[in-house]
């Protein structure tokens, strides 16, 4: 608890003194400190060393000076606030009053003082800036030129001859240690109390490395069998990390028992102290094989391919996870020249025996023909990931290992070439970042996949649980997150990502607006509480207050909409002011983009406008039965661009607000659902034509849906040849169920006709020649009559 208080405090005090720290800064020391780091940034035989160590001092004098930006805020905002009620300042040649003129003087005197420290801060920070880039400018193009150094070929005789020269002095030397040879009296008698301890550790690590590696190899097997489908591929991956966890205790139990002998000396000690990195490295790249290419899938396979292409890029993994723990051993304890990971701590503590160039090239050489063969077999084996797949659904891994595997097939020749030619550190850094940058491709695809199979196991193997929102955004997350990983495998340094990360929080600039992830995060923070706030009371409006007014349902879903338009744009503008964004600095950006609306973006915005006219007007509303653009159907929704028409095939035709605005559009229900209805009637002629009107009239005037007032009429239309016509018009008190009652009519209608002996004309059509009789049927069966049937002469058409 006591630890607990103390922290806080000093906490707090952190936090108090910050301000005071920022007030308090010697700009005389300030300007000494960066005199002298501008001349050695700018002296050509300054060490890296000396430049690293001054670079830090210039990051903690810039710290201290961005905290200084911020004095005096509080001040200045009262201040401008006192000048801003005081009115806008007279234009030149005006006057105004004394007493205000002499306020406002002094209050610009008292602000132009506030902010004096604030300016100072800048312009240091600024300096800052400047020497830093220039430190790291320098060290970047020194990083270049040794990258690019050409050393003796490695194919020289005299190369090998070097390389043979200094291996076996390396032999000698370790040899001399391991056997003891070296060790005096003294050490073999402190040896002997601890020959016990050394023998349990040396034990342990082999029951380690031998039955422990069988034992948690097979265990994700086993206990998959007993889980249950939805939770068995999570509970294999978690068991599976015991395959690097388990052997990497056997490694440093055998590292210990080595120790405590006290025999390791300045040659072996070396690669003691790589051994650990190195184990990590190959037992993280066999486990990764087997989690990647894995010869029998516990749940699935992460990628697609055949068992024999699956084993084949398993053991070439395997391989290259050997070749990749063999070379970070000798690049950290013998070889120098080790591309982009030559660099401090790793040129410190070696053996005593200092291999040339040449000799090392050589050594370079072999490893990196070895892991050339090895990845241009693995290249091989994924390029064809996207060329074999028996489907053309495919997720974006098998494109990306895909062209990984292009481009793997690529580098390893050219990274043999050139150590071949004498550039050995551009051969090295080609090959083993590669490696670095597949493996933790091939992470990212087994973490996205662990996080898709843990939201599938919480939800209880539910349809759609592994490819939903949630595993898909945490996997993007994982990939922004790998960025920074990705880059130091490529040779950035802590310092530079600590300056990378400075520079995005400063933010960048666009049409003279600065937008850093504070800003940002503080508009989409802001612009989210709007957007739900808007949709509540949207919500709440549509749900509770809206249907107990007289509104139509039109009505209700124009307020709707135009509230929620209202609320989307002041959310918009709020988060903009709470972000400090100026919004005048994109008048020139809001003048390109007003030519770019009258271009290219006319259509889209004369829909908006249209959609905004339909929601005041009102000409459309939700529910109407329209017919717009030769489509009938009812309207279902008016959005910002287009509306939505439900036809009565019950298909949706989006159809442009402009189209409802510019183009004739009938409303059959716009003030209410009446409608008038026309149903044509023929009679054969010599009808009774009264007789018919009366039946008519009684038949629309029994139906339900037809109005009294204005009441039906039965009209004679017309005489023509062949009928005589009649007409029902009736206006109904729902239009929309137009056709059901005209059918009903027409029912009734042939009903009545039948009962009166009534006479609807038919067009009547003669087949020639004229079908037989029934009972002539039974004489086609002899041939001759049936001809004399069908081919009498008196029976042929007129002309025959």
Known sequence: MRHLIATILVALLALTAAPVMAQNIDYQTWEQVAERAEALSADPQATNDALARTRARIVDWRDRL??????????????????????????????????????????????????????????????????????????????????????????????????AGDGLTLLGGVAEEVTGQNASPQTWAELRPRLPQVAAYLVAALLILTWGRAWITNLPTRLSSRASEYSRAVLAFVVSLGQIAIPMAGVYLGISAIQATGLPGPWTTPFLNA???????????????????PRQAIAYTSLQMSESRRVSAGRMVQVLALLMAVHHILTRAVLPLSGLYERGEAQVGRVPVQFTDASAGVWHLVLITMAALAMFRLGNILRRLTRDSVTQDLSYRHWIAAWAGRLTRIIAPIAVLLTAAGYVNLGNMLVWPWLFSLALVGLLILLQDFIADLFNMLQRGAEG????????????????????????????????????????????????????????????????????????????????????????????????????????????????????????????????????????????????????????????SVGDWVDAGGQQGIVKRISVRATSVETFDKTEVIVPNSDLISQPVTNWTRQNKVGRIIIPI?????????????????????????????????LFRSITVDTMNFEIRAFLSDIGRGLGVTSEIYHQIVERFTQEDIRMPFTVRDTWPPRPEPEQIGDAADPAKAEALYLDPDDQPPGA
């Open 682 to 714: 023929g009679v054969s002629a010599g009808t009774d034509t009264r007789k018919v009107q009366r039946i008519l009239t009684e038949i629309i005037e029994d139906q339900p849906l037809v109005t009294i007032d204005p009441a039906p009429v039965v």
């Open 275 to 293: 051994l650990p990195t190195a184990a990590v490295i190959l037992f993280g790249g066999i486990w990764m094989a087997r989690a990647l290419f």
């Open 465 to 620: 649980a592994r490819e939903g929102l949630a595993p898909l955004l945490t996997g993007f997350a994982l990939v922004l997150a790998s960025i920074p990983v990705f880059m130091m495998i490529w040779g950035a340094t802590a310092s530079e990502l600590a300056e990378y990360w400075v520079r995005f929080r400063q933010g960048f600039s666009v049409g003279g607006v600065t937008l850093s992830p504070g800003a940002v995060l503080t508009f989409l923070i802001i612009f989210a509480i709007g957007y739900a706030l808007t949709r509540g009371v949207q919500g709440m409006l549509r749900t509770s207050i809206l249907p107990k007014t007289r509104l139509d349902a039109g009505g209700q879903n124009a307020a709707v909409s135009g509230l929620g338009y209202v609320g989307i744009f002041l959310a918009a503008l709020l988060a903009i002011t709470s972000a400090g964004i100026d919004l005048s600095s994109f008048a020139i950006v809001a003048g390109a983009l007003s030519v770019g609306i009258g271009f290219g973006l006319q259509n889209i915005v004369s829909n908006f406008v249209s959609g905004i006219i339909l929601l005041i007007e009102r000409p459309v």
């Open 66 to 163: 961005q905290a200084g930006q911020g004095v005096n805020g509080d001040r200045i905002t009262t201040l401008e606030n006192q000048i801003a009620a005081l009115g806008p300042a007279p234009a030149e040649g005006a006057t105004e009053d004394e007493e205000l003129a002499a306020r406002r003087a002094e209050l610009s005197q008292q602000l132009s003082t506030a902010q004096a420290p604030r300016l100072a801060a800048t312009e240091a920070t600024s300096r800052a800036n400047s020497i830093i880039g220039q430190i790291d400018e320098i060290i970047r193009q020194r990083q270049a030129v040794e990258l690019t150094k050409q050393t003796p070929s490695p194919v020289l005789p005299g190369s090998w001859g070097a390389a």
